[in-house]
T-cell receptor
Framework: DAKTTQPPSMDCAEGRAANLPCNHS???????VYWYRQIHSQGPQYIIH???NNETNEMASLIITEDRKSSTLILPHATLRDTAVYYC????????????FGTGTRLTIIP | EPEVTQTPSHQVTQMGQEVILRCVPI?????FYWYRQILGQKVEFLVS????????KSEIFDDQFSVERPDGSNFTLKIRSTKLEDSAMYFC??????????????FGQGTRLTVV
């Protein structure tokens, strides 16, 4: 699986958009970009995933560069409950593929 | 919203004792996983399970560990003889692989295992 690189920590003001970057320069053509988050030692929570097109759901937007070597997760209006560790993971999206968690980005939403 | 449930939420056991961690995956899911997270460290994959057999296991998942789906709804992780270093949060997860290739994993809230 392709390796990902994320900044260790970021701050964002409450109500502003939080933009979390991820580099995955070795991603292969059939690998997807997944984002999960973990709020204070709870179980990881799925956020969004994409292959090459930008994606949006009720939680977030995912912007993937044209060369697919990097992506940005956008939380459009961050709240205090979005304070968490965010993980960018690249996988082939087969049915039983394991997730390899890195250290992620610790996002702190500031009131 | 369907969810993965794990019991107990916290288990304290003496070193050398056997423990069984229990999970009820989401009912229509076919793929099941155990992960663990030692305090302050990364979430680590232990094992994946599909069609009543192990699909993949990590090097952490040695002979002391076993998994079972005893009755079609529960998914258990057994540690035969616990060691101090088994103290961690253990997360169960499940997923499905639908025609849209959506395979997001749903995680339970975890069981905190403390070995004393």
């Amino acid at each position: 699986d392709a390796k990902t690189t994320q900044p260790p920590s970021m701050d964002c003001a409450e109500g502003r958009a939080a933009n979390l970057p991820c580099n995955h320069s070795t991603i292969s053509g059939n690998e997807y970009v997944y984002w999960y988050r973990q709020i204070h030692s709870q179980g990881p929570q799925y956020i969004i995933h994409g292959l090459k097109n930008n994606e949006t759901n009720e939680m977030a937007s995912l912007i993937i560069t044209e060369d697919r070597k990097s992506s940005t997760l956008i939380l459009p209006h961050a709240t205090l409950r979005d304070t968490a560790v965010y993980y960018c993971i690249v996988i082939h999206n087969f049915g039983n593929e394991k997730l390899t968690f890195g250290t992620g980005t610790r996002l702190t939403i500031i009131p | 919203e369907p969810e993965v449930t794990q019991t107990p939420s916290h288990q304290v056991t003496q070193m050398g004792q056997e423990v069984i961690l229990r999970c009820v995956p989401i009912s229509n899911h076919l793929y099941f996983y155990w992960y663990r997270q030692i305090l302050g460290q990364k979430v680590e994959f232990l094992v994946s399970f599909y069609n009543n057999e192990i699909s993949e296991k990590s090097e952490i998942f040695d002979d002391q560990f076993s998994v079972e789906r005893p009755d079609g709804s529960n998914f258990t992780l057994k540690i035969r003889s616990t060691k101090l270093e088994d103290s961690a949060m253990y997360f169960c997860a499940s997923s499905e692989w639908d025609r849209l290739m959506n395979t997001e994993a749903f995680f339970g809230q975890g069981t905190r295992l403390t070995v004393v």
